[in-house]
């Protein structure tokens, strides 16, 4: 992976490496950025350059070094990834909760594509109804991991995904750390969501705002997924809210409430992308529209209900439930509040 894998960017590029150049390179670098700018793609990029033993002039890893090859199979010795996992039934004791048991999944994943979400890694360590983290066990194991001198006698990386799934506790034991790292160790975290990182982590780190790909960027990083599961869903809440069936909609609570955790926030995700769609499906401009075939058909007949009245308090319940759903508030009583309110505001 080197910036010419990167999708987009240009600007971010061309600021990491004239920090390169320059010798300005932090000891620990926060790229901020919705989810899906590339911002991991970046920072394992990042990561090759800075260990590349060779580098082209103007700082482009050379792809031929030893660092370099052994960097593009994401096999390097001093690179080291850390990200969120859910237990396992090999996990015994709470000192085993680290990311060492899953990294066989995820060097496979970073090697299939960098541009993935947190519901596509749930997917990989077999989640079910599991929400990923960092255990503090996985703070003794950086240290332990940073402890360690080079192996290739160069610098040693550390890339850190969603340093936001951190609790206070793990995030405390880091602090001394991020302060005063070895020599030549660079931390180099992706974040969705800084506001929720641990501001004495914050303080820490030079942030960089990776802002968000366009719409033909997104589509090339982000092949379209297989979303009818979400559709279907959704297609059946409107209608049985339109309906008010009240005792179907308690088997569609049901069905919501069986899927996983990250599941349920990306359903409610789709949905608040499916009210903008047909909010701006009644303007009857295509071009303003991003909706699969499927999509579009269901919005012919139902765009209609979507209006100035409820757009906004349609989308802040959408959201507001996807925020309930994150703070672990039962799934049952989320979804099925959520569909009393539809009832009403589809009326207005």
């Not at 090999?90 to 680290?98: L, R, Y």
């Not at 990182?197 to 960027?217: A, F, K, Y």
């Not at 599941?263 to 499906?281: G, H, S, T, V």
């Not at 979507?306 to 979804?335: G, H, Y």
Request: hydrophobic content about 40%; overall charge neutral; aromatic content about 8%.
């Amino acid at each position: 992976m080197t910036f010419d894998n990167v999708i987009g960017q240009s600007e971010i590029k061309q600021r990491l490496m004239s920090d390169l150049q320059a010798g300005r390179v932090p000891h620990a670098l926060m790229l901020c950025g919705p989810a899906g700018s590339g911002k991991l793609a970046l920072a394992v990029a990042f990561a090759q350059a800075l260990l590349c033993q060779h580098p082209l002039p103007g700082g482009s890893p050379c792809g031929e070094c030893t660092s370099c090859k052994m960097a593009a199979k994401m096999q390097h010795p001093d690179l080291h990834f850390t990200f969120p996992i859910i237990k396992n039934s090999k996990m015994k004791e709470a000192k085993d909760a680290v990311t060492d048991y899953y990294i066989s999944e995820w060097r496979a994943r970073l090697l299939s594509s960098p541009y993935f979400d947190l519901n596509d890694w749930l997917g990989d360590m077999g989640a079910e109804n599991q929400q990923a983290q960092y255990y503090v066990a996985e703070a003794d194991n950086i240290q332990r991991k940073l402890a360690m001198k080079s192996n290739q006698g160069g610098r040693k990386i550390m890339v850190v995904w969603l340093p936001e799934k951190m609790n206070q506790e793990t995030a405390n034991k880091l602090l001394k750390l991020l302060e005063e790292p070895p020599l030549g160790t660079h931390f180099l975290m992706t974040s969705n969501e800084p506001e929720l990182v641990l501001g004495t982590i914050l303080s820490r780190t030079q942030r960089i705002l990776v802002p968000p790909l366009s719409r033909e960027e997104f589509r090339q990083a982000h092949p379209p997924r297989d979303e009818r599961q979400y559709l279907e869903l959704f297609q059946m809440l409107m209608r049985l809210c339109y309906q008010r069936k009240i005792k179907d909609l308690r088997e569609w609570t049901e069905q919501l409430a069986g899927m996983g955790r990250e599941q349920q926030k990306a359903f409610l995700a789709f949905c608040q992308r499916q009210i903008r769609e047909n909010f701006i499906y009644n303007f009857q401009q295509p071009e303003l529209n991003d909706q699969s075939n499927e999509e579009a058909t269901f919005s012919r007949k139902f765009a209609r209900f979507i209006n100035e009245r409820n757009v906004i308090p349609m989308t802040e319940e959408l959201s507001r439930a996807e925020t309930d759903i994150a703070q672990n508030v039962n799934a049952r009583m989320v979804f099925f509040t959520l569909a009393l309110k539809i009832i009403v505001l589809l009326i207005q």
